[in-house]
């Protein structure tokens, strides 16, 4: 159900409260909507399963605090988003350095249209910066809710690779989001038998939860629950429509369902 935002109509934006909910239910941003899916591939192959952290229970392993002795050398800072050229030339250095599959442009991934169009966000985005200096080496945005945030994408100078920028910056959420008393942190989605996004949870296993969209609820994440959740749900989850898509003036006929 994708409505696209015209630039005449007036400005609106998705509140702070329904991101926390939507969040809650297994959505997440793409562009300027809010979506869900549960398998991707060309052939709907892959069953994903989205997760989160809860904070209050995190306790990161040996590995991750590894990466933030790494990176201590760094500053960071955090502030609201203001998208501009040096965070668009750092997207385009990183972009041209990896293979994956990815929109080509910070404007794409954001907004889902070119630099110098009239840009409407309308989410509460916040960027983690990562600097050498007055250099900007990293950078990392994310959304945040009342209570949770999502990460949305991490970018970084492929030269500083060895630093293991963008796992320095997920961190980085993470620890404003605690800072902040928030009490979730939302990566992304994991993959049945697929570890390409199994970096969505280097954090460590305690805190991390998968979504049940047939239950509707979240479940303590241990090794192999991907697999076993989606041998599971085979079936049942494949009569689902998808993807979904939710724009900020379709919100509140969603949100009803959730009430």
């Given at each position: 159900?994708?409505?696209?935002?015209?630039?005449?109509?007036?400005?609106?934006?998705?509140?702070?409260?329904?991101?926390?909910?939507?969040?809650?239910?297994?959505?997440?941003?793409?562009?300027?909507?809010?979506?869900?899916?549960?398998?991707?591939?060309?052939?709907?192959?892959t069953?994903?399963?989205?997760?989160?952290y809860?904070?209050?229970?995190?306790?990161l392993?040996?590995?991750?605090?590894?990466?933030?002795?790494?990176?201590?050398?760094?500053?960071?800072?955090?502030?609201?988003?203001?998208?501009?050229?040096?965070?668009?030339n750092?997207?385009?250095?990183?972009?041209e350095?990896?293979?994956?599959?990815?929109?080509?442009?910070?404007?794409?991934?954001?907004?889902?249209?070119?630099?110098?169009?009239?840009?409407?966000?309308?989410?509460?985005?916040?960027?983690?910066?990562?600097?050498?200096?007055?250099?900007?080496?990293?950078?990392?945005?994310?959304?945040?809710?009342?209570?949770?945030?999502?990460?949305?994408?991490?970018?970084?100078?492929?030269?500083?690779?060895?630093?293991?920028?963008?796992?320095?910056?997920?961190?980085?959420?993470?620890?404003?989001?605690?800072?902040?008393?928030?009490?979730y942190?939302?990566?992304?989605?994991?993959?049945?038998?697929d570890?390409?996004?199994?970096?969505?949870?280097?954090?460590?296993?305690?805190?991390?939860?998968?979504?049940?969209?047939?239950?509707?609820?979240?479940?303590?994440?241990?090794?192999?629950?991907?697999?076993?959740?989606?041998?599971?749900?085979?079936?049942?989850?494949?009569?689902?429509?998808?993807?979904?898509?939710?724009?900020?003036?379709?919100?509140?006929?969603?949100?009803?369902?959730?009430?």
């Amino acid at each position: 159900m994708a409505v696209a935002v015209k630039d005449s109509r007036p400005y609106y934006q998705f509140q702070a409260r329904h991101l926390d909910i939507l969040m809650a239910h297994g959505w997440f941003r793409m562009g300027r909507y809010m979506f869900t899916v549960n398998h991707i591939g060309w052939h709907r192959e892959t069953r994903v399963f989205w997760t989160r952290y809860f904070l209050p229970e995190m306790h990161l392993p040996s590995s991750a605090r590894t990466i933030q002795k790494k990176s201590a050398a760094f500053e960071f800072s955090c502030r609201p988003l203001l998208l501009n050229d040096e965070l668009r030339n750092l997207f385009g250095r990183y972009r041209e350095s990896v293979s994956i599959d990815t929109a080509d442009t910070l404007d794409e991934i954001l907004y889902r249209q070119e630099a110098g169009q009239n840009l409407v966000d309308p989410f509460p985005s916040m960027v983690v910066e990562m600097r050498e200096g007055v250099k900007l080496v990293g950078a990392g945005i994310f959304d945040a809710g009342e209570n949770s945030i999502m990460g949305i994408v991490n970018f970084f100078l492929p030269e500083y690779r060895k630093f293991s920028p963008g796992k320095a910056l997920m961190l980085k959420k993470i620890e404003w989001a605690a800072d902040q008393g928030m009490r979730y942190y939302y990566p992304g989605y994991v993959a049945a038998g697929d570890t390409r996004f199994d970096y969505k949870l280097f954090a460590g296993s305690d805190g991390a939860e998968l979504y049940d969209p047939v239950g509707m609820n979240w479940i303590p994440f241990e090794e192999g629950l991907p697999e076993k959740m989606g041998s599971l749900q085979k079936n049942i989850i494949r009569n689902y429509p998808e993807p979904l898509w939710l724009n900020p003036l379709q919100a509140r006929e969603v949100l009803a369902k959730f009430a």
